[in-house]
């Protein structure tokens, strides 16, 4: 079975001070990754996808993420938080060989960012 | 241009009312998708139309009805709605299904209060 694991519910960083927001997956063949940001009573946006190219993919808005196979870990990182960046982020896996073509997403991780 | 439409941003009804949502895309994209989003939870997939015909219904109450025009238009039709239904729903397409890995990318949802 594939599944997502967001390990924080909630993570609160400073501004100006990094970000880490950590993602594990499971599954069975190299899948795709996504994260998607969404701020409040917003639709979600596309931040970055990791496709089995670059194991380390950057983003919008300064974020970037790094595909570790042997920690099956996708964590989302930026060097340095902007008020801008507090919302709720998902990680999400599209299983590439799975016939019923899900997205599966993990609980979300709800980003503040303190003055 | 990666955007999606959704109409109306806000809508109220009563369990009787009859209304229709409505999404659309200009980026060329074969597969579109409705979701229903409550509050601090990922969203969760309803419909999937491929190349305009239905490819994945899940399970979800006669009273929400899909409906695909053409390529570009995607219309969720309500009727006899419950209140538990209220929820931001979300329209999304992608270049094809999602089983390739493509990503998705999200309009900025209709926010739907049933009373």
């Known amino acids: 079975a594939q599944s997502v694991t967001q390990l924080d519910s909630h993570v609160s960083v400073s501004e100006g001070t990094p970000v880490l927001l950590r993602c594990n997956y499971s599954s069975s063949y190299s899948p795709s990754l996504f994260w998607y940001v969404q701020h409040p009573n917003k639709g979600l946006q596309l931040l970055l996808k990791y496709t089995s190219a670059a194991t380390l993919v950057k983003g919008i808005n300064g974020f970037e993420a790094e595909f570790k196979k042997s920690e099956t870990s996708f964590h989302l990182t930026k060097p340095s938080a902007h008020m801008s960046d507090a919302a709720e982020y998902f990680c999400v896996v599209s299983p590439v060989r799975d016939s019923n073509y899900q997205l599966i997403w993990g609980a979300g991780t709800k980003l503040i960012i303190k003055p | 241009d990666t955007e999606v439409t959704q109409t109306p941003k806000h809508l109220v009804m009563g369990m009787t009312n009859k209304k229709s949502l409505k999404c659309e895309q200009h980026m060329g994209h074969r597969a579109m998708y409705w979701y229903k989003q409550k509050a601090k939870k990922p969203p969760e997939l309803m419909f999937v139309?491929?190349?305009?015909?239905?490819?994945i219904n899940e399970s979800v109450p006669s009273r929400f009805s899909p409906e695909c025009p053409n390529s570009s238009l995607l219309n969720l039709h309500l009727h006899a709605l419950q209140p538990e239904d209220s929820a931001l729903y979300l329209c999304?397409?992608?270049?094809?299904?999602?089983?390739?890995?493509?990503?998705?990318?999200f309009g900025p949802g209709t926010r739907l209060t049933v009373t």
């Open positions: 999304a397409s992608s270049q094809e299904h999602v089983g390739q890995g493509y990503e998705q990318y």
């Open positions: 139309y491929s190349y305009e015909k239905l490819s």
